[in-house]
């Protein structure tokens, strides 16, 4: 039916409605958000690798040249090599940006803890300077000088989340072809918000790392730290890719990626001593630990793990930066009885939140500035005597796995907010943790019998992407992580 055919009466019954609706449609649109200008500002170093630093015995922790030393700006410390450094690499990550335009660096080239020092080892002459992950790449030339000097690098505007330095030229030292760098700033011209006090955490986090690595060198050096369950030193090298890996196995997420890691650690391991308790593993991941009760733990050995090359307690707030990258992951807890069994009294309470619970950053003690760690625990069936199965008046048997979900508000850019993260603890037959394994890797532990008890001797680690393989042990010498 046309409008022409339309009686009077009824358009005028219409009219509102139409001029309603031309209203409607006629209503200007949103006005567009205006872009926040670009800014130049300081970015602390979060985290830090290489494709090899140098290790030797009579120099193992407070000046042990790994690459994290360049982000502590002081120049008594330094990223240094065992080589001439020509061909290696230092790859510095930094708080992600968005709207990326330009990187000044500022370097200082050599190991300038003093000018002796400083002539004595070699420096960088020409580097290959690249932005990541825009891959933009700059060759630049740095001079034979101490103090600081600038680097510029400008990218199309873009994310923003490392820098790595190529090593292509060096200036030769006086008395060691050792290649030191002691310190390197970054400030970033970008769009994304400004957040000064969440930087500033990044120093305060190495400062207090320097501190914890100078107190274990004072504790190796005494009979108390040489009687621990671990090494003075760890070195981590990375195995490679040696398969094709689907490009997206979990999807989903979450507990998801702790299965997978322990399917490729399983496959890794093979047949072996090891297969009950990867087995084990999988099984809790598989049922997302249905079978584990809650319980509040009390270790009988409280002392802290000391800080050791090579090893790590993972933090709270990994998904801003991730200190273990290129080391095993320990308890979380940091405390030395959950290296064994026999260290932690277990109390199982009802009451408590449960996994899901936990992990949906339900509990309000998820949402407090303070970490809260929750355990669940499962152990072996009572072994059966006089009294039947589960005999001795119903006492269970040996603690066979934990699991530790912590929580709590963390420091982000854009200011605080709940996260948690997930660990899961595996002890075998001996009683000695035996699997360590979480959402990024699984990891075996294997212990030795030294003069002072058992000893971590090394760990093989699998990541949930191939290229983050490690193989962990206690040794001395050049750490090559390529």
């Given at each position: 039916m046309s409008v022409r055919s339309v009686p009077v009466a009824v358009l005028l019954v219409f009219l509102p409605v139409l001029s309603l609706v031309s209203s409607v449609t006629a209503a200007p649109a949103a006005p567009a958000p205006v872009p926040r200008p670009a800014k130049e500002r300081r970015l602390h170093v979060a985290s830090a690798e290489a494709?090899?630093?140098?290790?030797?015995?009579?120099?193992?922790?407070?000046?042990n040249y790994l690459p994290l030393y360049v982000g502590d700006d002081d120049p008594r410390t330094a990223w240094s090599l065992k080589t001439e450094g020509i061909g290696e690499w230092l790859r510095v990550h930094v708080t992600p940006m968005e709207g990326a335009t330009k990187v000044r660096l500022r370097i200082?080239?050599?190991?300038?803890?003093?000018?002796?020092?400083?002539?004595?080892?070699?420096?960088?002459?020409?580097?290959?300077?690249?932005?990541?992950?825009?891959?933009?790449?700059?060759?630049?030339?740095?001079?034979?000088?101490a103090d600081w000097q600038e680097i510029v690098v400008e990218q199309p505007a873009g994310a923003f989340e490392a820098v790595e330095l190529r090593v292509k030229s060096v200036y030769a030292g006086k008395k060691y072809d050792d290649l030191c760098l002691s310190d390197v700033q970054l400030y970033v011209t970008a769009t994304s918000s400004d957040n000064p006090a969440f930087e500033k955490q990044h120093l305060e986090k190495i400062t207090a790392w320097k501190k914890e690595r100078a107190a274990a060198a004072k504790l190796f050096r005494t009979k108390l730290g040489q009687s621990l369950p671990i090494a003075p030193q760890y070195v981590a090298a990375r195995r490679g890719r040696r398969a094709p890996e689907p490009e997206n196995p979990c999807p989903?997420?979450?507990?998801?990626?702790?299965?997978?890691?322990?399917?490729?650690?399983?496959?890794?391991?093979?047949?072996?001593?090891?297969?009950?308790?990867?087995?084990a593993a999988a099984e809790l991941a598989?049922?997302?630990?249905?079978?584990?009760?809650?319980v509040k733990i009390a270790p009988r050995d409280k002392r802290a793990i000391p800080t050791v090359d090579g090893l790590c307690t993972p933090e709270l707030n990994a998904c801003q930066e991730d200190p273990c990258e290129s080391a095993l992951r320990l308890p979380?807890?940091?405390?030395?009885?959950?290296?064994?069994?026999?260290?932690?009294?277990?109390?199982?309470?009802?009451?408590?939140?449960?996994?899901a619970d936990v992990i949906a950053l339900k509990p309000p003690r998820c949402h407090h500035d303070e970490t809260t760690t929750f355990a669940w625990a499962l152990r072996d069936a009572a072994p059966?005597?006089?009294?039947?199965?589960?005999?001795?008046?119903?006492?269970?048997?040996?603690?066979?796995?934990?699991?530790?979900?912590?929580?709590?508000?963390?420091?982000?850019?854009?200011?605080p907010f709940p996260t948690r993260r997930a660990q899961l603890l595996v002890y075998g037959t001996d009683g000695r943790l035996e699997v360590v394994a979480d959402e990024d890797e699984a990891a075996v532990l294997d212990w030795s019998q030294g003069a002072n008890g058992p000893k971590l001797a090394r760990a093989t680690v699998t990541a949930n992407d191939a290229n983050g393989d490690l193989d962990i042990e206690a040794a001395a010498g050049t750490v090559a992580t390529k």
């Open positions: 494709s090899s630093y140098l290790v030797n015995d009579w120099n193992q922790f407070q000046e200082r080239n050599g190991y300038q803890k003093t000018p002796r020092l400083w002539e004595a080892n070699s420096r960088a002459h020409e580097l290959t300077v690249v932005l990541l992950p825009s891959k933009t790449t700059a060759d630049v030339a740095l001079k034979d000088a989903s997420g979450g507990i998801c990626w702790m299965s997978y890691t322990l399917e490729r650690a399983a496959r890794a391991a093979g047949k072996g001593k090891h297969t009950p308790a990867l087995a598989r049922t997302e630990f249905a079978t584990m009760t809650a979380m807890t940091r405390q030395m009885g959950y290296l064994a069994a026999e260290a932690l009294a277990l109390v199982e309470q009802s009451g408590l939140p449960s996994y059966a005597g006089p009294g039947g199965v589960g005999g001795g008046g119903g006492t269970t048997g040996p603690l066979r796995a934990l699991l530790l979900v912590a929580c709590g508000l963390v420091e982000g850019r854009e200011g």
